[in-house]
């Protein structure tokens, strides 16, 4: 064997040799960190033993001493986190996604007389420009204005698709149906009556006569107006709005595959910006959701058309 060859295998043994003190020298601290463990816990079950009444700040402090809680632990809501959908269009999860809106007692009286007021939502999957009908529906676009300007809208999903209506159901602070504001609305139907529910159609979810509160509908087709001619639906919903930019916007969501009513991607509001004769109005701090202005609870819980 060569000198070249003896050098090599010395050279293994001494990597041998090293890796198996290094070896050793882990074992005897891994030793050392379980020795000192049991001997820190059981000082604290001797301590916790002898105190009949342990104090809950003073275990908490030692708690997070140990690391064994986790302060930095996710605060986003759970349906948020999750909702294993995809967003559609490629969109992006909004700031406010999956958080639980507060209600109200009543929307506070928030537009004026001769103001042209527009909403311009902001969605998953482009925008859309809404003509809203202050002079037909007052009540009703006061209401859509006192929420937008609240931030209410913001971050919600358009969470049912009824297509065998052609709609879009969306506006509840719990991304369900049985949401409530805490108010109800008047029907307002002069423009239902002088127009009928045509494609680009905004109007309010309800219950039966007397039950609108945040809940709308977008309608895309002509089937919500054809079943209404046909006797299916009773024209009871208030039209406040009217689509004038982004129908294409609906038909795009309209592709989106749906499971029941519920869509299989994820379609959010992203904002809603109220124009008032152009300029838009500013949105309040949005009060948080386990503190909302108190509100009588509702007769009836169903708010789908």
């Known amino acids: ?88 269009c490629g969109g992006d999860l909004p700031p406010r996604a999956g958080e639980e809106r507060g209600t109200f007692d009543e929307p506070e009286q928030v537009i004026d007389d ?35 300007t609240q931030g209410f809208y913001d971050g919600l999903e358009i969470f049912r698709h009824a297509l065998g209506l052609e709609v879009f159901q969306t506006g509840s602070g719990t991304d369900s149906a049985d949401f409530q504001i805490g108010y109800t609305l008047p029907d307002e139907l002069d423009a239902v009556e002088d127009d009928g529910y045509p494609p680009g159609t905004v109007a309010y979810a309800n219950a039966g006569p007397g039950t609108s509160g945040s809940q709308f509908f977008f309608v895309y087709g002509d089937a919500f107006q054809q079943t209404v001619d046909d006797g299916g639906l009773q024209p009871i919903y208030t039209r406040f709005g009217l689509v004038t930019d982004g129908l294409d916007v609906l038909e795009e969501m309209a592709e989106i595959p749906v499971d029941g009513e519920e869509p299989a991607e994820r379609i959010y509001m992203e904002s809603v910006t109220i124009l008032a004769d152009g300029e838009p109005l500013p949105v309040a701090e949005t009060a948080p959701a386990d503190d909302p202005t108190p509100a009588p609870d509702p007769d009836d819980d169903d708010t789908e058309e």
């Open 1 to 88: 064997m060569s000198k070249k060859s003896k050098k090599e295998r010395k050279a293994e043994r001494e990597a041998a040799r090293a890796a198996a003190r290094k070896a050793e020298r882990q074992r005897n601290i891994f030793t050392v960190i379980v020795l000192g463990i049991v001997v820190l816990l059981g000082g604290v079950l001797i301590w916790v033993s002898l105190d009949d009444e342990p104090q809950a700040d003073e275990l908490a402090d030692l708690l997070e001493e140990l690391e064994l809680e986790d302060e930095d632990g996710p605060d986003e809501a759970p349906e948020a986190i999750e909702d294993d959908r995809p967003i559609a």
């Open 114 to 148: 001769g103001v042209d007021y527009e909403a311009v939502i902001e969605t998953s999957c482009g925008t859309i420009t809404i003509d809203l009908d202050a002079e037909r529906a007052p009540e009703g676009v006061n209401a859509f204005v006192f929420l937008a």
